[in-house]
């Protein structure tokens, strides 16, 4: 099955400090795009940042910049200076080859604590 | 540059009934696709449209249907609603042209979503 899996339901971090959300996935597709998608509790989901699989460079968005390992399937999120703002549910998801279809895992919540 | 707008944003239905959602993308968005997230099952994709045509298609019953019109703009339908299908759906809409290079053409922008509950 074609899988985007969260291992950590909830986190929290301190503010002004740096937390790294984890994404793992099953694939084997040689091209596609990985996304980390950002739902606060007014509920309308957010780009984060976005990843293209064939691209080596980790992508990086200020504050934020993930991890990425394409051997090892992962997709990690790292926050870097917490804000109160970033409390959210964080969805980590994949499209298939060629297509617009998303694969979401089930969401990491994250809270900020001031 | 309006946002994806969904209607209505709560409603609230008996079973047997149906329900039509309705989505306008941004302008220029030529793609729409519609999810259902609820707290067991997460996110999980319902449809995508583009120029009038559906291109793909999730794992959902015949009761769940859509359409696009000329204008991009999107409307979904469940037929003979069942307590299940209570959930919150969101609609996002893309460029919808090639999905390869760095044109970010299949970046998702969600809009609020439609509160469906089934009594």
């Known amino acids: 099955a074609q899988t985007v899996t969260q291992s950590q339901p909830e986190m929290s971090v301190q503010e002004a400090e740096t937390v790294t959300l984890s994404c793992t996935y099953d694939?084997?597709?040689?091209?596609?795009?990985l996304f980390w998608y950002k739902q606060p509790p007014s509920r309308q989901m957010i780009l984060v940042i976005r990843q293209e699989a064939y691209k080596q460079q980790n992508a990086t968005e200020n504050r934020f910049s993930v991890n990425f390992q394409k051997a090892a399937k992962s997709f990690s999120l790292k926050i870097s200076d917490s804000q109160l703002g970033d409390t959210a549910m964080y969805f980590c998801?994949?499209?298939?080859?060629?297509?617009?279809?998303?694969?979401f895992g089930t969401g990491t919540r994250l809270k900020v604590l001031a | 540059k309006a946002g994806v707008t969904q209607t209505p944003r709560y409603l609230i239905k008996t079973r047997g009934q149906q329900v039509t959602l309705s989505c306008s993308p941004i302008?220029?968005?030529?793609?729409v696709s519609w999810y259902q997230q609820t707290p067991g099952q997460g996110l999980q994709f319902l449809f995508e449209?583009?120029?009038?045509?559906?291109?793909n298609k999730g794992n959902f019953p015949g009761r769940f249907s859509g359409r696009q019109f000329s204008n991009s703009r999107s409307e979904m339908n469940v037929s003979t609603l069942e307590l299940g299908d209570s959930a919150l759906y969101l609609c996002?809409?893309?460029?919808?042209?090639?999905?390869?290079?760095?044109?970010?053409?299949?970046?998702?922008?969600f809009g609020a979503g439609s509160r469906l509950t089934v009594l």
């Open positions: 998801a994949r499209t298939t080859s060629g297509t617009y279809k998303y694969i």
């Open positions: 996002a809409s893309s460029l919808g042209g090639s999905t390869g290079g760095s044109s970010g053409a299949n970046v998702l922008t």
């Open positions: 302008s220029g968005h030529r793609s």
């Open positions: 449209y583009f120029s009038e045509t559906q291109r």
């Open positions: 694939t084997s597709e040689n091209n596609y795009y």
